[in-house]
């Protein structure tokens, strides 16, 4: 599979004036392949959100190098091209939103980029079904709800048809229905419209749906696996100041405790369908 | 006798609201309902959580138990006062120092030189002495775990975690009879999520003061609540003990909320028609109810 997002050896450290640098990322040697859902995990100043942000040339390396398709994020000439690859989503959807009618916040990275008008309008509208949000496109986002505002939001980057979309905690400031929402789209974007997903998130419950998990302590990539392979991991997620999903701690629990069920359980149905031949 | 059966003794509801209503943009066009006829009775030394979809009104709720907003109809009390009486209306601001409300991410609003000077902020607006303030500060960091190490340190040097935690000692060093949490943890990964509530338990029981707080996680409100109040389209839709109000599964999934998955999962073992208890909410209580049909069914593990 090709390697979309490809970063090696990469360092990043925060500058000080007068003080020692931060060292916030420590020889990182990670890739994103094209068409795959990856779920990032990590606790708060693990590094994640610093990772993610170089994944656009954000912030570029201090050492090593990262390559988005190829190009260098480092090459000062590639740069629009790179942001227009891979599209970011931030926590606060308040804080995305520019525009006082939804459809022309969708329009606006597209205006900036000097897009033909009727393309703007194809692609806005386009990507406002692709949210499920083109019924409201001529509301006015204050008035909707976070799920929704995030939504468009998502809307904004995939107008500008990206490759990749990278997501950080797009949830966190949600209520359960916007979070479900939230999700539901981002997985159809990857499943449907074959778009790399990086979805940086608190929540393991979401990190469940991804293909691949990628766990990120102190500045390193320290486990990478299937959500399975990851959350089956229950006493070392634990360590790293991480969770697991409540279904994969009760069936661990009881495994401890000498009941035969599995061990690698991580959805609801399956916890349901282990624990009736259990009881049977 | 400790602090929290001593004011279960008075009977009095430490925040009760009667028919309480507030409209945003009355008189206009777009008048709307934030919360519409609220009656509630909060006994003291109670650990509530609060839930409800974005809009459902909780936080329009919230901030009128301390009066920073004013009701379009009803009424408020707290500790048996009515808050917008004209008598006790001008001494609107000791109600802020007896409920003391966290905002959401409440770290963006610290603004001092030093930890200290921040949480003695609020103590200092009391009038209170240099030494009062000075043990309320220790004893209010001493709750969220901060190290005296921190007092002198610049909060904007801090982590989020720890600048959310300076900013919860802040509220706490007045010493509220009612402490509001407005969605403590969002943001935070489970670990720092795990340690702001347990610290939030802690001061509650030690403290037997009362506490509200407000969460999107059903889990966390499963783990630490002892009643929960559900908010829908502004209207109160239940407010009754964790384990009744969780096994509105469907009501609850209905109203864009939802419930903890293990709860989820004893839903579906016990439409299967197995015997599992209907008061499963937190994974303690999933594993103590599956070992406990394990051993009567006799055989399969240890248990």
New interface residues.
């Given amino acids: 599979m090709k390697d979309l997002i490809l970063a090696e050896h990469l360092h990043f450290e925060y500058v000080r004036e007068e003080e020692e640098n931060i060292l916030v990322l420590n020889d990182i040697d990670v890739s994103i392949h094209q068409g795959e859902f990856v779920a990032i995990l990590g606790h708060n100043g693990s590094g994640k959100s610093t990772l993610a942000k170089h994944f656009n040339a954000v912030l570029l390396p201090t050492s090593g190098r990262v390559l988005v398709d190829g190009v260098d994020t480092a090459d000062q000439e590639h740069l629009f091209d790179i942001r227009q690859k891979v599209g970011m989503v931030f926590q606060n959807p308040d804080n995305q939103i520019v525009a006082t009618i939804v459809e022309e916040d969708v329009a606006f990275a597209l205006e900036n980029l000097g897009v033909e008008p009727e393309e703007i309008r194809r692609r806005v509208d386009e990507a406002l079904k692709t949210v499920d949000m083109y019924e409201f496109k001529e509301h006015a986002p204050h008035q909707l709800s976070g799920g929704q505002k995030q939504r468009i939001a998502i809307a904004g980057v995939i107008a500008m048809r990206p490759e990749c979309v990278v997501l950080d905690e797009p949830t966190a400031m949600l209520d359960p229905k916007g979070r479900r929402e939230v999700l539901r789209t981002v997985m159809e974007l990857n499943r449907d419209y074959g778009t790399t997903v990086a979805l940086i998130t608190h929540y393991m419950d979401e990190a469940v749906h991804a293909d691949r998990v990628i766990v990120v302590d102190h500045g390193d990539v320290v486990i990478t696996g299937t959500p399975r392979e990851i959350f089956s991991q229950v006493e070392k997620m634990k360590e790293l100041g991480l969770d697991v999903p409540q279904v994969t701690e009760l069936c661990y629990r009881l495994k401890q405790e000498g009941a035969p069920v599995p061990d690698d359980v991580i959805t609801e149905d399956e916890c349901t369908a282990a624990l009736e031949q259990l009881l049977a | 006798m400790t602090g929290k059966e001593e004011r279960l003794r008075t009977n009095v509801a430490i925040i009760k609201t009667e028919h309480l209503s507030h409209l945003y943009s009355a008189g206009t066009p777009f008048e709307k309902a934030a919360i519409e006829d609220v009656s509630v009775e909060i006994e003291p030394g109670e650990f509530i959580g609060v839930i409800?979809?974005?809009?459902s009104g909780k936080s329009t709720l919230i901030q009128h138990f301390n009066g920073l907003l004013q009701p379009t109809s009803g009424k408020i009390y707290v500790d048996g006062k009515d808050i917008w009486d004209e008598k006790n209306k001008k001494n609107i601001r000791d109600v802020r120092f007896q409920v003391g409300l966290v905002f959401q991410y409440p770290e963006y609003q610290l603004f001092e030189e030093t930890v200290y000077k921040d949480i003695a902020f609020g103590p200092g607006n009391m009038g209170l002495s240099k030494e009062e303030i000075h043990t309320r500060v220790m004893e209010a960091m001493d709750f969220v775990g901060l190290k005296g190490k921190y007092a002198e340190k610049s909060p904007f040097d801090l982590?989020?975690?720890q600048k959310r935690r300076v900013a919860i000692a802040g509220v706490i060093a007045m010493r509220p009879k009612v402490l509001i949490l407005d969605e403590p943890t969002?943001?935070?990964?489970?670990?720092?999520?795990d340690k702001i509530l347990g610290q939030i338990r802690e001061y509650h029981q030690q403290t037997g003061s009362t506490v509200l707080l407000v969460s999107?996680s059903?889990?966390d409100i499963a783990k630490y609540a002892e009643k929960v109040l559900v908010m829908n389209h502004a209207k109160v839709f239940d407010y009754d003990t964790v384990e009744r109000v969780f096994s509105k599964n469907e009501e609850l999934t209905r109203m864009?909320?939802?419930v903890?998955?293990?709860s989820?999962?004893f839903h579906?073992?016990r439409a299967?028609g197995?015997p599992?208890s209907e008061n499963v909410y937190t994974?303690d209580q999933?594993?103590a109810d599956?070992?406990r049909?394990?051993k009567a069914?006799g055989g399969?593990?240890?248990?």
């Fill in positions: 409800g979809h974005t809009g982590s989020g975690g969002a943001g935070l990964d489970p670990k720092g999520r999107h059903m889990e864009g909320l939802s903890p998955q293990v989820k999962v579906q073992l299967a197995y599992v994974v999933a594993e599956i070992l049909l394990l069914k399969a593990g240890r248990a």
